[in-house]
């Protein structure tokens, strides 16, 4: 079966949601907790990176992702691994470096993948198409 790529609006629209859903964490962490303003850099960066990175090793997709009908995948449909996500997730970080170049690698049209997908050697895939991959294919 043919490897489909998740289409960059979707994407963008999952990462908002995403970003929705963390801020509300983020929020209620703070108030719960009595965290002062100025460590909520690291507190929103611990978030960020636990929350993606757990929900892309178990359910190979974050609930922005999972609302839109796309999700994380490696080479043969695997979902990632723990390093894989890591990888993934902290090279987001490194994907807006010079220019957003990075993220706007997901716009061209023979190899939608952003920089810190490729540096995970991660895909992000309609649902449908990453069920029923080969596990003997090596590449898209």
Partial sequence: ???TYAPAWKRLFAFWADMVVMSVMLTLLSIVFEIPPSMDGWLSFALFMGYNITAECCFAATLGKRLLGIQ???HGGAAPTWRSAFYRNFGKFISPL???????RILTPSFPQAIHDEVARCFVVEKRGASNLDPHVKSP
């Fill in 72 to 74: 994380v995948v490696r």
């Fill in 98 to 104: 010079p220019l957003y170049w990075g993220f706007i």
């Fill in 1 to 3: 079966m043919k490897l």
